[in-house]
């Protein structure tokens, strides 16, 4: 089953176009790693997804859903349901604790009731390992504890496909291997997932397929193996030869 589909998707900001006929179909469970230069047009290409930038041309499909450059704010919710997404700054509610972050979503979209919701928060914080700081505030965590609160407040919501966009970018290099371990955990758990990463050794390890952008467009579409080894484009061998230094 496919997950997300983009077919022929373009965007402009006024008159700036940031992508350009962008096709692909990521199937259920795959893991896409989503590489390329600053200003690639890698976070607009995941903030499509969900549609907090609304394309200006093409088809997106999302869980089947299908999402049209004029479709209603009813179907946006709808949407974004279905998709969760991790961002640099983790963006908690700084006045509820890690649990209630976490159950938030599920009681007041979904309408769970209070226990059920504590319950599967629960779980879900066992699952990225803050069992021992339930009640703690964001402000009582550290960056790396902050970025996990994040990742299962996400999956509260029970999305079809996860959307991380420099997870580990804003974090003191001690606490990047932490948030990593629990998105690889995730990855083998089956969750689809588009993953803007700059660690390349991660992109690598985690992904079953990359995607490499260059201006607005996928250059290149490969196994991780096979691009990292050689990649088939002058564009994409400047690339690594930059971020992976000899
Ligand atoms: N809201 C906006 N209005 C106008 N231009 C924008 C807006 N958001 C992004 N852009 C432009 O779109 C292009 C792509 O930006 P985007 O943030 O998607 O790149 P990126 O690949 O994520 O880069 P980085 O690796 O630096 O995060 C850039 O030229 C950027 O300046
Ligand atoms: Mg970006």
Redesign the pocket.
């Known amino acids: 089953m496919t997950v997300v589909s983009f077919k022929n998707v373009s965007k402009s ?2 008159a ?1 176009q ?1 992508l350009t006929d962008i096709t692909f179909d990521v199937p259920q469970g795959q893991v896409v790693s989503l590489i ?10 995941l903030r499509c997804v969900n549609q907090l930038d609304r394309h200006t041309s093409g088809n997106i499909s999302v869980a089947g859903q299908q999402i049209s450059p004029s479709c209603r704010q009813r179907d946006l919710m709808r949407l974004r349901r279905h998709v969760g997404m991790v961002f640099q700054s983790f963006n908690l509610w700084p006045h509820l604790s890690a649990i209630g972050n976490v159950m938030e979503g599920p009681m007041t979209v979904l309408r769970r009731p209070r226990g059920q919701a504590r319950e599967q928060a629960e779980a879900l914080l066992e699952q990225v390992g803050l069992s021992a700081h339930l009640d703690k505030y964001p402000g009582q965590l550290s960056g790396g504890q902050q970025q996990r609160v994040a990742i299962a407040r996400a999956l509260a919501m029970e999305p079809e496909v996860m959307l991380f966009d ?1 997870a580990t970018s804003a974090l003191d290099p001690e606490m990047v291997q932490e948030v990593l371990g629990v998105m690889e955990k995730l990855a083998g758990s089956g969750m689809t997932m588009l993953i ?1 990463t700059h660690e390349m050794a991660f992109a690598r390890r985690i992904g079953h397929r990359v995607l490499f ?1 260059v201006d ?1 467009q996928i250059v290149e579409d490969e196994e991780p193996a096979s691009f990292f080894a050689s990649p088939a484009t002058e564009r994409g061998r400047a690339f690594l030869s930059r971020a992976l230094p000899a």
């Open positions: 900001f006024g700036r940031v390329g230069p600053s200003g690639a047009g890698k976070s607009t290409l420099e803007v952008m607005g």
